[in-house]
């Protein structure tokens, strides 16, 4: 049986995975202890992530202290995004309508001129099961400093390349206008980090949970198994 848990993207993101540029995504690593260290738990089976040790000290901790990450290797995330319901003028049904554009309808394709929105845009912490178009396979599940990214991971975070004014250079997404061309895929990441998390959180160089997957179809257990998933922030 399949574990199915939520978990949140932004639209930037999402379009990142539909184009297949997404295969990565990390989560900070919130410590329960008052110390700020931890130790990483064994999954349910008994078998312990991709990291051998951190930097915590034993003495400290006990086993209430252990942090799980939220998704295991083979568990499936499906993803949570701004949508609203919309229907289609003069006909009798409704369908999701996503941030970035998209629809994910339940009848044939219709002229979006045509589309109604009744429903103000919501936030992907609110969309249910029904609505959800992506799903994801965790691949592998690691354990390292944020910092710690290599240029291929960044890529692998779905950074875009900048393509205005002949710029070869990756998009600064806090200052999305700007086009450089030696604005690497790090440097990219570092700023979409930021964007999303604050001012000065890629200095605060946190532990973080390295997640990878794969895009996959819709599961068909997916709607009757796991009713109550635990909610994964962005």
Request: net charge negative; with cysteine; aromatic share 12%.
């Amino acid at each position: 049986m399949k574990n199915f848990k939520p978990i949140l993207f932004s639209s930037e993101m999402v379009n990142a995975i539909l184009e297949d540029r997404k295969t990565q995504t990390r989560r900070v690593i919130k410590s329960r202890h008052e110390s700020g260290l931890f130790q990483v738990a064994k999954n349910p089976e008994g078998k312990v992530t991709s990291i051998d040790s951190l930097d915590w000290d034993e003495s400290v901790l006990d086993q209430a202290n252990d942090i799980q990450p939220k998704f295991y290797k083979g568990d499936v995330m499906w993803v949570r995004e701004t949508f609203r319901k919309a229907h289609h003028y003069g006909f009798d049904y409704e369908f999701f309508q996503y941030k970035d554009g998209s629809t994910n309808t339940h009848c044939e394709i219709i002229d979006k001129d045509q589309i109604l929105h009744d429903d103000k845009w919501k936030p992907s912490i609110f969309m249910p099961k029904e609505a959800c178009r992506i799903f994801l396979e965790v691949t592998n599940v690691r354990v390292e400093r944020l910092q710690d990214l290599s240029e291929e991971d960044a890529i692998a975070e779905g950074v875009k390349k900048h393509s205005d004014y002949g710029s070869t250079g990756y998009k600064l997404y806090t200052d999305p206008e700007a086009a450089y061309t030696d604005i690497d895929a790090i440097w990219s990441f570092e700023s979409l980090w930021e964007s999303i998390n604050g001012k000065d959180s890629w200095n605060q160089n946190p532990w973080v949970w390295v997640y990878d997957f794969k895009r996959i179809a819709k599961p068909e257990s997916f709607l009757t198994e796991n009713p109550q998933p635990t909610i994964e922030n962005r």
